[in-house]
């Protein structure tokens, strides 16, 4: 899954470690153990819209539209809106928003950079178009894949975020998307080498209403909040 975050002007100096106070005041706040920001202080998704439609480029409108096709929240822990807007702010953090990103040397695709296994693939294709054709119904594909998933048992293409918040808080379940497993439920930033350890930080640092042109890159987040840049492979 994506790092996201393009090479931007750096901050000087980075808010206190964990300081869910300064969430989207224009600096990247580290997020460490299990520091994330409650439903109730996320921006809505009127708001997040706001911050984020520049970056989603010419399918904004499709796309928002069907974020907000997903009525219904898989855990009693967000409602329907909170819920579109963890989707959101993972569409701008994966993809930006462009519709034939294709990561991870080749195995991660569309909004939600689902990775499908070779075996995966017989079972469906994954969701992807050309970002001057790409319509409503193929940007709704990427998203179920990435939302629904599957139900976790049986079926080779992975489970989607959907799946993880019906047994995790918010950002256990993000880890979980990102990483595949949640392996310590005390510290969100223990990732495999291959995957994102600054990504429920990130997604945190979205959701309280950071920019896209605020994020800093990856060796700045290196140098001042210790995440690892993640391996290819």
Avoid at 133 to 154: A, D, E, P
Wanted: hydrophobic share 30%; charged share 15%; with cysteine.
């Amino acid at each position: 899954m994506s790092s996201g975050g393009a090479a931007m002007p750096q901050p000087s100096s980075a808010p206190g470690v964990n300081d869910l106070s300064s969430l989207g005041q224009g600096s990247y706040v580290c997020l460490h153990k299990t520091s994330f920001p409650r439903p109730r202080a996320w921006k809505s998704f009127g708001e997040l819209q706001q911050i984020s439609e520049a970056s989603l480029g010419s399918g904004s409108s499709d796309i928002l539209k069907a974020i907000q096709s997903f009525d219904t929240s898989p855990t009693q822990d967000l409602n329907t809106e909170q819920f579109q807007t963890l989707i959101l702010a993972m569409v701008v953090q994966e993809s930006g928003g462009i519709g034939n990103v294709v990561g991870d040397d080749g195995k991660s695709y569309g909004l939600l950079q689902v990775q499908l296994s070779d075996e995966a693939k017989e079972y469906e294709k994954p969701a992807t178009c050309d970002p001057s054709r790409c319509t409503y119904n193929n940007y709704l594909k990427m998203l179920q894949q990435g939302v629904y998933g599957h139900s976790g048992t049986g079926n080779p293409i992975p489970p989607g975020i959907a799946y993880w918040l019906r047994q995790n808080s918010p950002g256990a379940a993000l880890r979980g998307y990102n990483t595949g497993s949640v392996p310590d439920q005390s510290d969100y930033q223990v990732a495999s080498p291959i995957s994102t350890e600054s990504y429920v930080s990130d997604i945190g640092n979205r959701l309280g209403g950071l920019r896209p042109q605020e994020f800093p890159d990856t060796s700045w987040k290196l140098k001042n909040c210790g995440f690892q840049i993640a391996s290819t492979g």
